[in-house]
């Protein structure tokens, strides 16, 4: 018996290690698909969160703007407490007129053929 080993019963070290890169990358190449859809989903998000952000700062604009613009015109003040926040000055009185009730729906048309009973007009529609 020789000190030899006979090919093909025990796997050499090369082969294992082949192996074992070669499972090694198969895992980081999931592994990096899935943080590739995770970066393109955060990319996507951070998008649309500036685009929110965006809107935010110009409604802030448009709401500094007005503040500017009531700050200094003492009627428009006034008018906007008298309007909106129903305010008076002392001895003033306010009179508020009930709104007019909403009118109702109209009825839908019915015909009522020669055997009496009620049936909703022809629509035209064949």
């Known amino acids: 018996m020789s000190g030899g080993r006979t090919p093909g019963l025990v796997p ?9 890169v070669a499972g090694l990358l198969l895992l980081l190449l999931v592994g990096g698909l899935n943080g590739y859809r995770e970066l393109s989903a955060a990319r996507q998000r951070e998008a649309e969160i500036e685009g929110r952000l965006e ?3 110009s409604e802030i604009q448009e709401l500094e703007r007005r503040i500017e613009g009531l700050s200094g015109d003492p009627e428009v003040i006034e008018r906007l407490a008298r309007d909106e926040l129903m305010m008076m000055r002392p001895g003033e009185l306010v009179v508020v007129y009930p709104r007019p009730p909403a009118e109702p729906a109209p ?11 009620p049936r909703p007009a022809a629509s035209g529609r064949p």
């Open 12 to 20: 050499s070290f090369r082969s294992i290690l082949v192996l074992a």
């Open 55 to 57: 809107a935010t700062r």
């Open 107 to 117: 009825e839908p048309a019915v015909e009522t053929p020669p055997d009496g009973k």
